[in-house]
């Protein structure tokens, strides 16, 4: 059974960065695309970032030019690298991929 482990959450200032980290269990990470979700108090999960096996990468709207996903292979860990932080980016972050989601990391950006 493949387990996601999050890491990195906390509190942030405006204008901050913060970087979370999900490392994966097992030998097949390599194989597959991982995503980072969000989840803010009263609001739908939305998704923030995905990457390919490739290193393909995509991201959502509200987070594009600030967050930049990647991965490390040899690590079996994807990261979200967050900069330039707003109060709105406040969410539960979930890390998601080989049909199993992380526990979630609380990242709160308030002044």
């Known amino acids: 059974q493949v387990q996601l482990v999050e890491s990195g959450g906390g509190l942030a200032q405006p204008g901050g960065s913060l970087r979370l980290s999900c490392a994966a269990s097992?030998?097949?990470?390599?194989?597959?695309?991982m995503f980072w979700y969000r989840q803010a108090p009263g609001k739908q999960r939305e998704l923030v970032a995905v990457?390919?096996?490739?290193?393909?990468?995509n991201y959502a709207d509200s987070v594009k030019g600030r967050f930049t996903i990647s991965r490390d292979n040899a690590k079996n860990t994807v990261y979200l690298q967050m900069n330039s932080l707003k109060p709105e980016d406040t969410a539960v972050y979930y890390c998601?991929?080989?049909?199993?989601w992380g526990q979630g990391t609380q990242v709160t950006v308030s002044s």
């Open positions: 998601n991929g080989m049909s199993v």
């Open positions: 097992g030998n097949i990470f390599r194989f597959y695309t």
């Open positions: 990457i390919s096996s490739a290193g393909s990468t």
